[in-house]
Structure formats: C-alpha cells, structure tokens
C-alpha cells in the first residue's frame, strides 16, 4: 500500500512538473512570436493554469482580452471573456462571472459558434441559479436546450436538463425538475455515460428529499452509489454521496447509519480542502448531535460550519446553515455567549443583503445585455436551420405531388393533342365534304337547266 502511495505521489509530481516545464516553456517563447500567435499561446496558457492556479490563469486571460482587443480579434475576445466568466464564477465573484459571460456570447453570436454558445448560457443559468435568480436561470437554461436540439448535442442537451433540473428544485417545481432528470439519465444511459448517471441518480435523490420522499431518495442515492466507480477522480462524488446518504438516515431517524456516512464523508472532505462540501457536512453533524442531544458535539460542528464559510461572498450552504442554527440556539441556550448569537445573526443579515445586492446587479446585467446584445446572426442561423427543415419536409411531401401533377399533365396534353388531330382532320374532312357538295350542286344546277331546255 506504502509502495501504490509513493508510486502515485511520483507519477502526480512527474505531471505537475511536465505541465510547469510547458508553461515556462509557452512564456518564454511569447516575445518572439506574431501578434496572433501569442495570443494562441496565452489562451493555451490560460486553460494550463486555470485548475491548478486561478489567479495566475486570469491574468493570462486578461492579457488574451487586451492583445485580442488591440487586435480586433474576436475568436480571442470570446476565449478571453470566457475563461474569465469560469474563473470568477470559481472565485464566487458572480456579478463579474456574469458579465464576462455576457461578452463571451456576444462574440460567440458573432462568429456563429453555437457550441459555446450553448455552453455559455447553460453556464449564465448556473450562475442565476447561485444568484437565487431562478425565472432567468430557467430561461438561459432552456435557450441552451434549444441551441443543443437544434445541434443534435446529446452531451450538450444532458447537461443543460440536468442543471435545469437541479434549478427547478431549488424553485419547487418539482414534477418539471424530475422530467428534466429523467430526460437526461434516458440520454446518458443511451449514451453509456457512467459518470453523468452518477450524478443523475445523485440529483434525483436531492429532489425526492426536498419533496419528503427519504425512502426514494435514499434509493437514488445508492443507485448513484453503484456508479461510483465509474467515475474518474471520484474522491468528491464518494463524499457528497456519504454525505447524502448520512442525511436521509438521519431523516429516518437511523442515527447509527448517519453517523457512520457522515463521518466517513467528513474524511474524505478533509482531504479534499472543499469548503462547501464541509460546510453542509458539518451542518448535518451537528445536526445529528442535535438529534442524540450531544449538546457539545452539535455546538462544536454548528461553528465549525459557519466559521469556515466565506462571509463577504455569497454562499448557498452557509445560508442553510444560518437557517438552522436558531434550533439549536434555543435547544441549547446555555451553550453560547450573546455577543456570538449577535455575530451569527449579523452573518445572517450580511448574507441576505449580499444576495439582495446580487439580485439587483443580475437582473441589470441580464436586462442590459439582454436589450444590447444582437443575437441576428444566431437566430439567423437557428432560422436557416428551421427553413431548411421546413423546406426538407415541404419536398419530401411536394415531390409525390409534383410527379402526380406531371403524370396528370402529361395525360392531358397527350389527350389535348389528340382532341385537336382529331379535330383537324374532322374540319379537313368537312371541308372536303363541303367542296364535294358545292360541285355537286353546281352540276345538278347544270344539268337542270339542260333538262328544261
């Protein structure tokens, strides 16, 4: 086991250093190269650096924006605006994210690139999502459904249902989210995407949890379980799962069972240094011990919960725990000092006012952009797609009755040429008919006036 551990740790250090080697390699070689080169390069150095080393990534991505800007150059404004919109929405910097977001359409509506441009407003809808913006979440979301049908992008499509889904959740719309989950599991199975019907089966369990349903839930969640896997670097998925499945124990009031998933999710967590994911660990630890009546253990995880948390930026799993400290609160009274309730209802009042600010600023942003920008050419695009559909179908159906006309035609004519042959030689005949009966009047005439005299 010592030797796996030290193997992997080599083979990890031999990757990092071959990827640290490339980009002192590509920043390096940036001063000798053409205007358009470097901005190639900055872009590949920007996606080198944007996992492991965010801050470094922006400023890559911000030097991509200011070459590509004295350039004219849209494919880099888009790439530039892009990764910018990821890295700030990875930041929780979301009214940043947001705009960065709203350029990268506006450039990607330019050069008609409707694969980013489904990937953006599918990640616009994450965003108002997070922002508690869930009428215009819904919105991107079904405009990148749209784009994807109209691409045939099943993997494109599966992700847009599957993030639609998890919105109509967090909005109570229950029957439309489960839709949008079934759509996509049919698509990845169709497809054998283990890793999407991980988190597929993972969300569903979400959903019949908020829709007080443990048992299927709870099924869902195992469900995902078995896919486990499947799924590379799957350190993350294996602790969210625990976690999920400690939590509908708990709700089942097994507490034997919650204890143990929520302990071994909290130790895979650690690992991980993922803050939101400890966050709700240790809310549910807490909660736990709210249950058994540990009153030191459920204190001890409620501020370990909230003090790991980001106060100055807004935070979905810290908001549900301030939600669920004031039980506790009266629970165990004893327990906390006034001025610290003071400081967890002043971290509450603070969360609500940032997401009131964020609120605000999000829906500026999408009214701004939404009027500004011009989506001709995508919906240009989108409607030569629809006529040529149109048209196919119109000649599929057109055809039979073009040959069906022509068939008639052709009948008609071979008959109307009939009719006037026919005709001719009819009036032919008369009018020798005629000549005969005028030569045979005049000889009877003739032979009259013979016969008197």
Known sequence: ????????????????????????????????????????????????????DPDTSIYYA??????????DYPEGL??????????????????????NYFYALKYYNELVNQERIADVLNNLGNIFTKGFEYN??????????EVAENLHDDERLSRAHFNLGRCLIRSGQYDLSLQSFLFALELNKKNKDYSRINKTYN??????????????????????LNYIDSVRNNGRMRGMLYNNIGDIYL????????????????????????????????????????????RELSVDYLNKSIGIANRYIVNEELMITLNSAPDIFSAFPDQFKKSEVFDFYQIQNDQLNLVADLQKELQEL????????????????????????KLSKTIQIAIPILVFILIVSLYYFKRYRTV??????????????????EIFISDYDILKQITRQ
Not at 215 to 222: K, Q, R, S, V, W
Not at 422 to 437: G, V, Y
């Open 1 to 52: 086991m010592r030797l796996k551990i030290l193997l992997f740790i080599f083979f990890v250090s031999c990757h990092i250093s071959s990827a640290k080697t490339k980009i002192d390699s590509l920043s390096t070689s940036l001063e000798y190269l053409s205007d358009y080169k470097k901005a190639e390069v900055l872009g590949n150095l920007a996606s080198l650096t944007y996992s492991t």
């Open 62 to 71: 911000t030097e991509l924006l200011k070459l590509s800007e004295e350039l």
């Open 78 to 99: 888009a790439k530039a605006y892009d990764f910018l919109g990821y890295l700030f929405k990875q930041k929780g910097l979301l009214n940043e994210s947001a705009t």
């Open 136 to 145: 215009n979440a819904i919105m991107y979301y079904k405009k990148s459904i």
């Open 203 to 224: 969300e569903l369990g979400n959903l019949y949890y908020e829709w007080k349903n443990p048992e299927e839930a709870l099924d869902n969640y195992l469900s995902s």
């Open 251 to 294: 709700e089942l009031e097994n507490f034997e069972k919650a204890e143990f998933f929520l302990k071994e999710a909290l130790s895979i967590k650690k690992t991980l240094d993922d803050k939101d994911l400890l966050i709700s660990t240790y809310r549910n630890l807490s909660e736990l011990y709210y249950q058994l009546e540990n």
């Open 366 to 389: 999408n009214g701004r952009f939404m009027l500004q920008l011009s989506y001709e050419k995508y919906q240009m695009a989108e409607a030569n797609s629809m006529l040529q559909n």
């Open 420 to 437: 006037k042959k026919f005709e001719a030689e009819r009036n032919k005949r008369l009018n020798e008919i005629q000549k005969d009966a």
